[in-house]
């Protein structure tokens, strides 16, 4: 054997299977590609999900507004698959309250990453939030049961200081204090579509029939928009 081999244990090592591998046939080494592709073509097709904004629950709305249900607040009244609720935004403890109203008693608590301003329930059933201070809207979906509480689903930056929410049609319009500009957001993936300026210190918004009103705190103005 060579002294050069004998010296370099992992060379021979080496060399041996680089020469195993130049004497494979052709057609071994065009089976092994076949395999390889047998195995990924027999892999799981992948499970198909909801995109992250929209409700895993695709019946019936599990939870309803009661009253003019296309405005917000920092509290809405609704119907949790029969039962009457509150739902308060809790900007001192940065949480969701459900408060059944028969009873007056907190029956599920969700907290929050940031202040709440105000609080909608959507015609699907999910749960809108303007987190104020963090600029961000954020959607809830709600369990089978008032008790369950709220999941959160998404959230997205949409305007500076947003508070009040409002449904019309396939969009969310979102009003910002700071920012003076009524937003409309895609209902499902929560992205801006558009931006509208409106009149200083924005506070109230209100859709009816197709039209959005904004009311102020300084001026006097109220809004048709």
């Not at 931006?195 to 197709?210: E, K, N």
């Amino acid at each position: 054997m060579s002294p050069l081999l004998l010296a370099f244990p992992a060379l021979g090592l080496a060399l041996g299977a680089g020469l195993l591998a130049a004497c494979q046939s052709p057609g071994t080494a065009a089976t092994d590609r076949t395999d390889a592709l047998m195995m990924l073509s027999a892999a799981p097709a992948p499970v198909a999900r909801p995109p992250r904004c929209q409700a895993a629950h695709q019946g019936a709305p599990r939870l309803q507004a009661r009253g003019v249900a296309k405005s917000s607040g920092e509290l809405v009244l609704g119907d949790w698959m029969g039962q009457a609720v509150a739902i308060v935004a809790d900007a001192d403890e940065d949480a969701l309250h459900v408060v059944a109203t028969d009873s007056m008693e907190v029956v599920a608590t969700t907290p929050l990453p940031e202040t709440p301003g105000h609080v909608a329930i959507l015609a699907d059933g999910r749960v809108a939030v303007t987190l104020r201070y963090a600029n961000r809207l954020a959607l809830y979906e709600p369990a089978e049961t008032a008790a369950g509480g709220l999941s959160p689903l998404c959230d997205e930056v949409v305007a500076r200081e947003p508070i009040a929410i409002a449904e019309s049609g396939d969009e969310l319009l979102v009003l910002a204090g700071f920012g003076a500009e009524l937003v409309h957001v895609d209902r499902d993936s929560v992205t801006v579509t558009r931006r509208t300026a409106v009149d200083r210190a924005p506070r109230g918004l209100l859709v009816r029939d197709g039209a959005a009103r904004t009311s102020h705190s300084v001026g006097g103005v109220l809004a048709r928009r």
